[in-house]
């Protein structure tokens, strides 16, 4: 039997009631909450980890886990007849919008009633309080957008009301620091593929891939990609690469054909700099005439990654050795990007200094407190610092998804300090939240597998971590990746392999103390004595304190292998 349709009252005093008027608002404050939540996101769906930190930010993921659960129970009662309303999900909850009408949506949709302003202007949830600082945080600034939209049409007698300026669930700080992008031309224009084939059955082929594309790229969310309708004036981007960027107001452009080829397709992209008129990257990749879109969903998702790279990297250096500008938010955040890059003492205080101006700037924008949160979790690692300090990153992540909670980065940050506070099932939850929210994240793949084999899994490991290595080739921090791979093959016991892996991280990073000891340790299981002296020659380099003090940060769920690991760097040195 179909459930019983239900509309939702957030504008004034909270509401839920059926089409007979039937009042089926939930009595707990935290379940009338948890509907406003749902009522007013994007497709009226959140993820729990979203809800929980905004909900129970002040409790740790068990026990926020647990109220969200009871509360999603109560909900689900008190709506009776309409418990379909309420969508479980895995790992995320949602309204059915076929069975749900709110009020927010409609007044946002179109110009409002004259009679909501009968007595004055109205509030969002009205006289609403659940006592949490995140949810109260969520709150006021709803109640500001909303306030910005009724001050349209106050004090006026018009009825031919213009269109809403904003978006119903729009988030100021996420906003701002999107025009501040703009402002700056950090933007990607994707050009429709052109059709080289001669067949014109095969223009929606290149459309379609340029379309997911610009889905997938825009799930990177630092970086915006500009409109279909504008980039599909152009075609092919050719030595017209300066005019083109100038026109859509986009500094990166990227272009492709698609042609057939003997045995299926072939698909070239180029990455051009309209800034510099040079081409950055340029790759063909090649399809099977088979099903070619089991092998385009493995290649999207790498070339995600690398667009993702090479933007960073150049957007790095066109700040690098220069003073920011006044007031250039995002001069700050590049060149403190650059200087974290350098992994020296030096350059991290720098670095710390550049995003501490950004967040003076614009204090709530997601884009500094990821980078400040970051910037903290280096420091914690390279200084041995007090885990109690992990609560200011905790603070930041939440922060960060409040002004944006598409971005994957946030999920990715909190899941790796889940990870160093041994909260494995919270950890590997926000990680794969990360994941789902963007598949080419590299860094949250490679702390997935970590987090697999600290909680005693390896052989779970090596999947997310050969992937994070594909999606990442030209990635500074590679070395890390290759050093887990390491660590996830000595604890299967797979020596070889793992020997292989640390050798490569090395080569990246020499003097990586992690990938030394993986290592020497899987040298000494391969009783190889050439090996063994080499290993432990590299590995003394590094300082027996330096070496020792780090054992203590090994978050192994299973102690002891951080005992095995410490034993093993005590051969080092007899």
């Known amino acids: 039997m179909r459930a019983a349709r239900v ?20 009595k707990s404050r935290k379940g009338q909450a948890l509907i406003a939540l749902l009522a007013t996101s994007p497709n009226m769906r959140r993820s729990r980890i979203w809800l929980q930190a905004h909900l129970w930010s002040e409790v ?11 509360a999603i129970l109560t909900t689900q009662q008190a709506l009776e007849g309409s418990r379909e309303v309420l969508v479980k999900e895995r790992g995320a909850l949602r309204l059915d919008p076929s069975l749900v009408d709110v009020d927010y949506k409609e007044i946002m949709r179109k110009a409002p009633s004259p009679h909501l302003f009968e007595g004055g202007r109205p509030e969002f949830l009205e006289g609403f309080d659940i006592g949490d600082p995140a949810f109260e945080d969520w709150l006021r600034q709803m109640r500001t957008d909303l306030d910005g939209y009724f001050d349209r049409f106050m004090d006026t007698d018009r009825t031919d009301l213009v269109a809403p300026v904003i978006a119903g669930g729009a988030v100021g700080p996420a906003r701002q620091t999107e025009q501040l992008r703009f402002a700056r031309r950090q933007a990607i224009a994707i050009l429709p593929l052109h059709n080289g084939t001669g067949e014109s059955l095969l223009d929606y082929a290149g459309a379609g891939i340029s379309e997911d594309l610009i889905d997938r790229v825009g799930r990177l969310r630092w970086l915006p990609v500009i409109a279909r309708g504008a980039a599909n004036r152009f075609c092919k981007v050719g030595d017209n690469s300066a005019a083109i960027s100038a026109d859509l107001g986009a500094r990166y452009l990227l272009d492709g054909d698609l042609d057939i080829t003997s045995d299926g397709y072939s698909v070239d992209l180029r990455l051009h700099n309209g800034d510099t008129s040079r081409i950055m990257w340029s790759d063909r990749f090649l399809l099977p005439r088979e099903d070619p879109r089991a092998e385009l969903n493995r290649i999207i998702p790498q070339v995600v990654s690398l667009i993702d790279t090479k933007v960073d990297l150049a957007e790095q250096n066109l700040v690098a050795g220069r003073e920011p500008k006044n007031g250039e938010f995002y001069d700050h955040i590049w060149q403190g990007k650059w200087h974290l890059n350098k992994i020296t003492r030096d350059d991290a205080a720098l670095a710390k200094s550049h995003f501490d101006h950004a967040l003076k700037l ?26 109690s300090e992990l609560e200011e990153v905790v603070a930041l992540s939440k922060r960060a998804m409040f002004g944006d909670d598409r971005d ?5 940050l909190l899941g790796l300090t889940e990870t160093w506070r041994l909260n494995s099932d919270a950890a590997i939850s926000l990680l794969k939240e990360s994941i789902d929210l963007n598949p080419s994240a590299a860094n949250a793949l490679q702390h997935l597998g970590t987090a697999y084999y600290l909680n005693g899994a390896p052989e779970q490991s090596l999947s997310p971590l050969h992937r994070a290595v594909e999606l990442s080739p030209g990635e500074p921090f590679l070395f890390l990746t290759l050093a887990e791979l390491g660590m996830a093959y000595l604890m299967l016991g797979e020596h070889q392999k793992a020997l292989d892996h640390a050798n490569h991280a090395l080569r990246f990073r020499p003097n990586y103390w992690y990938a030394q000891i993986t290592r020497l340790h899987a040298s000494l299981a391969l009783g190889d004595e050439r090996l063994i002296a ?8 590094n300082g ?7 054992f203590r940060w090994l978050p192994f769920k299973d102690k002891s292998w951080t005992k095995s690991l410490k034993e093993t760097g005590d051969t080092a040195f007899v």
Do not use: M
Request: glycine letters at 6%; charged letters at 20%; hydrophobic letters at 45%.
């Open 408 to 412: 994957a980065r946030a999920y990715c």
């Open 60 to 70: 740790d993921a068990d026990k926020a886990a647990k109220s969200l659960r009871q």
């Open 534 to 541: 080499h290993a432990r020659a590299d590995f003394a380099r």
């Open 362 to 387: 614009v204090p709530d924008a997601p884009e500094g407190l990821i980078q400040a949160g970051w910037w903290k979790l280096w420091n914690i690692w390279a200084t041995l610092g007090d885990t």
């Open 7 to 26: 509309t939702f009252q957030t504008v004034g005093p909270f509401r839920v009631h059926n089409a007979l008027g039937q009042d089926l608002t939930p």
């Open 544 to 550: 027996t304190r330096v070496i020792q003090a780090h």
